[in-house]
């Protein structure tokens, strides 16, 4: 008997190992080799495009930190994530709280708010350049039918960014507030009836019982979008290409230009690992703090 | 009607008001893309702007297709995905199903392994990857494109979950009498599993279909591009044609739009299921 189980357990170690194979294969390749190789590029000075290298220790990662566009880079990421990541929370949690109220029509909504968040960054972002177009695009021309001259959105240094953080918060808001929608709905009903007849207005229900019940969640959300933000780059490539005059260089394209325009591989590998350290940190934070369930 | 129910009557048309003006104006873009994508190529360029076009015309959509070879690159994103999302729900199920049911050494340490894995943003692995690619002699090549997609720690995690979340006693019954664990899988499993597959496959299609910065960098030549590619490239021109531009967006973001409509749970669950790239 006993012998048949080891049996059993031999042949379930020889599946497994079988079935997680090919998944263990390919991500091996693709992420775990290389993130460990760009740690290794990032301490040479090497080229993409020619075969000799030079080891420069920390030199790539002191360049960086004292070139200005890759500081202006780290700015800009942060402007955008400031921009983004506290109206982004604040509407999508005011829109799930005004859903949650067994509306009709939820579907609907729910759809609506949902549409930006499937489809193609590329896509949408080439749709709001033309609606952002200064002379004929559809923002400006509204503008200028209440007596308004808009901006060159996305040709005016001041404006670039703000433009970039206006579609990004229109495009993640629906994600954010499904993550809200489905922590409000577990806060169980009974809690704002009894509130309610304690004599609690709407207001004072949403500071008092939804806010903390649904901290956890709006930790989680804050973390994921700022984890986000700090990776935003197809919207930058389409709509401004970091410019104009470095307005709105962040740091994902900063690594792009060097690695694929300018084929400096282990400076950008540099950059690459600057940005895993930092994500890394708001990963462990997430953990730590928000998730607890795997 | 008491005065409670009439504030809360009006409290109710409020919030729809509100919802209402607020999920018209997030549709507002498509709708702009749309119109936009039906008007002459000249007739956008009036200072008096207007929403519908005088005359809808498919000339736009004409010129997207032979200006620029939108419908190679469309069949390019089409393989290029189905590929993808094929090989991800296989490799999934497979590490799905060992994690949640089989018993084996390192088993949780493999998990750690592949959860952490999940937490390696793709920029940060992008420069080795392609060079890895290039030494494979797989630059511009449908291997290529698809080799560091076809499987995913996240699509591991959300079969494991969802097989946990799966009696067992089924599948025991069906060891005792002597169907092997491919036959459990295969006939006892997968038929259980549907919605937890859409929800993975829906989930793959899209990311395949709208990932962008990789397929950028790998393609070398036009007939290789997928669509994401070839639509973030007409942004660099100097004269735009908008509506040629908006009728390659209606085409490279339709697919999808129609796919979310159709399974819309799925694909809202999917996506809330965890913080993955969006």
């Known amino acids: 008997m006993v012998r048949k189980w080891k049996r059993l357990g031999h042949e379930q170690t020889k599946t497994a190992l079988l079935a997680l194979l090919p998944s263990f294969v390919v991500f091996s390749v693709f992420t775990i080799y290389p993130i460990f190789h760009s740690l290794y590029l990032s301490f040479f000075n090497v080229s993409l495009v020619a075969t000799t290298k030079r080891y420069v220790g920390f030199g790539n990662y002191t360049t960086l930190l004292n070139n200005p566009t890759f500081r202006r880079a780290i700015t800009n990421t942060l402007h955008y994530t400031m921009g983004v990541v506290p109206v982004g929370i604040f509407l999508a949690l005011v829109i799930a709280v005004l859903l949650n109220n067994r509306l009709r029509f939820l579907g609907f909504f729910r759809s609506a708010f949902f549409t930006p968040v499937i489809t193609s960054m590329v896509a949408v972002s080439l749709v709001w350049t033309w609606m952002l177009e200064p002379n004929y695009g559809l923002i400006n021309s509204l503008l200028s039918k209440i007596g308004i001259t808009g901006p060159g959105w996305l040709t005016d240094p001041k404006w670039a960014m703000t433009s970039v953080i206006i579609l990004s918060i229109w495009k993640n808001l629906g994600y954010n507030m499904v993550i809200f929608l489905a922590g409000l709905q577990d806060i169980p009903a009974e809690v704002y009836e009894s509130a309610q007849i304690d004599g609690a207005t709407s207001i004072q229900s949403f500071f008092r019982i939804t806010i903390p019940m649904i901290k956890p969640t709006l930790g989680f959300a804050t973390i994921m979008s700022i984890m986000g933000s700090m990776k935003v780059f197809g919207q930058i490539y389409v709509m401004t290409g970091g410019g104009p005059a470095n307005s709105t260089m962040v740091v994902v394209y900063y690594l792009y230009q060097q690695a694929f325009e300018f084929y400096r591989t282990g400076y950008a590998s540099a950059v690459a690992w600057i940005l895993f350290a930092v994500i890394l940190v708001f990963t462990i934070i997430q953990m730590r703090f928000f998730r607890t369930d795997y | ?278």
Not at chain 2, 124 to 153: E, H, W
């Open chain 2, 1 to 278: 009607m008491n005065s409670h129910k009439l504030r809360t009557t009006i409290s109710r048309s409020i919030i729809y008001i509100v919802l209402l003006t607020l999920a018209v104006s997030m549709l507002l873009p498509f709708a702009w893309m749309l119109l936009s994508s039906l008007k002459e190529e000249n007739e956008v360029f009036t200072y008096e702007m207007t929403w519908m076009p005088s005359k809808i015309t498919f000339s736009g959509y004409h010129r997207a297709l032979t200006q620029q070879p939108f419908l190679l690159y469309g069949l390019n994103s089409v393989l290029v995905s189905v590929i993808i999302t094929t090989a991800q729900v296989v490799t999934a199920v497979l590490a799905g199903y060992a994690f949640a049911r089989l018993e084996f050494p390192g088993r949780n340490i493999v998990f750690m392994m592949y959860l952490s894995a999940m937490m390696i943003p793709a920029q940060a692995t992008i420069i080795p990857a392609f060079i890895l690619i290039r030494k494979l002699g797989l630059l511009n090549s449908y291997r290529g494109l698809t080799l560091p997609f076809l499987a995913t720690p996240f699509g591991a995690f959300l079969m494991r979950q969802f097989f946990l979340s799966m009696p067992k006693s089924l599948e025991e019954a069906a060891i005792i009498d002597g169907c092997s664990r491919a036959q459990v899988l295969l006939r006892i499993v997968l038929p259980l599993t549907k919605p937890a597959l859409a929800t993975l496959g829906l989930f793959s299609f899209m990311t395949a279909w709208n990932d962008f910065m990789w397929p950028m960098i790998i393609t070398t030549t036009a007939n290789m591009r997928t669509l994401q590619v070839g639509l973030a490239l007409l942004s660099t021109d100097i004269y735009p044609d908008w509506p040629m531009m908006m009728a390659a967006s209606v085409m490279a973001t339709l697919p999808v739009i129609l796919a979310f409509l159709s399974a819309q749970k799925q694909f809202i669950q999917s996506l809330a299921f965890t913080g993955v790239k969006f």
